[in-house]
């Protein structure tokens, strides 16, 4: 133990030795009581936040103009659950061509050539700069622009030719809006993830010679997933929701089906209600997905991480010194 001489507290008088302890004491009280919980003030906090949320669902619970009877009626019958079912099936289909043309922008826009970058940035400016209502409205009319597909030889004799009509339906035209829309957002998403990987990483898969292509298969991708999983899951909960406006190009999903109905009935808030109730149950399923995917991904790097004690919230005292004027700290 080395010793090291202090300034004496000028409020403690020579020869009082007792006095030291007790101050040690006080200020390890104030410490514990600077770090305690406001237990009163949190339960009181819980306790307004929960009659509130008991008070509004009271008032909707018992407001008759939400017409609970018709939303119960309505909520599973068939024309709702068929654009259900058209709702999830333009989720999977779009958000899978997004992921899948995202990540080829992803390569691109990372690529060393400067054509690559150059393109797939032109692309990723421009569907994230138009809205996706006018990509939808643009592409259910593009008979306007073009009444017919050719494919032929440049400058030479054409070879088959479809009318644009028959190629861009209402399903064809959702799926391409969301799609193509969805990939620019996408490849933000996955370059992201991609660059948050070590750079000693990509070093040694070069030093082993491993090709561009299998390096991302193998090492990169499956690494670059922890930071790529949780905006992704946010982007298909979006998907989910943004296929509602494919009601605009009389595409019979969900919100199309509810409005079919209303427009016959003029019960248009129950039947919002239904389309409402259907969304919220879809992304709760999400977002359990999600967070279980998170946690698969998560395990290696908890895993990894160095095992720490769990430290009391409360600070231990200061040492007492044995004799006023000298402190002690430990040394070799």
Do not use: C
């Not at 000028?10 to 302890?21: L, S």
Request: overall charge positive; hydrophobic content about 50%.
């Amino acid at each position: 133990m080395n010793t090291e001489t202090s300034r004496p507290d000028p409020a403690i008088k020579d020869g009082d030795t007792q006095a030291y302890p007790v101050k040690a004491l006080e200020q390890h009280r104030n410490v514990e009581f600077a770090h305690a919980p406001a237990g009163l003030g949190r339960w009181l906090a819980w306790a307004v936040v929960i009659a509130l949320a008991a008070y509004f669902l009271w008032v909707v619970a018992t407001n008759k103009n939400f017409e609970w009877q018709v939303v119960a009626q309505w909520f599973t019958e068939a024309s709702v659950i068929k654009g259900l079912g058209v709702t999830l099936g333009l989720t999977v289909v779009s958000m899978l061509l997004g992921v899948i043309i995202g990540l080829l922008l992803a390569v691109a826009r990372l690529s060393n050539s400067r054509l690559l970058r150059g393109l797939a940035g032109l692309y990723i400016w421009f569907f994230r700069g138009t809205p996706l209502l006018v990509q939808l409205i643009f592409w259910y009319n593009m008979s306007t622009l073009f009444p017919y597909v050719s494919l032929g030889i440049p400058f030479g004799p054409e070879l088959a030719r479809w009318n644009t009509n028959d190629l861009i339906t209402p399903l064809t035209a959702a799926i391409a809006g969301l799609a193509l829309n969805e990939a620019a957002y996408m490849a933000e998403i996955i370059r992201g993830g991609l660059m948050s990987v070590d750079n000693g990483q990509v070093e040694t898969t070069q030093a082993f010679g491993m090709s561009r292509a299998r390096a991302l298969r193998r090492i990169i991708i499956p690494q670059a997933m922890r930071s790529i999983i949780p905006p992704t899951g946010n982007q298909l909960i979006s998907m989910i929701k943004a296929t509602s406006l494919v009601s605009v190009i009389a595409m019979g999903d969900l919100l199309y089906s509810v409005q079919s109905v209303y427009n016959r009935t003029f019960e248009v808030i129950p039947m919002l209600m239904v389309a409402v109730i259907w969304y919220l149950l879809i992304t709760s399923l999400l977002n359990l997905g999600q967070s279980a995917i998170e946690r698969y991904y998560a395990r290696g790097t908890r895993r990894s991480a160095p095992a720490t004690r769990r430290r009391s919230p409360t600070v231990d005292a200061p040492a007492v010194p044995a004799h006023p004027g000298t402190s002690y700290k430990e040394g070799a």
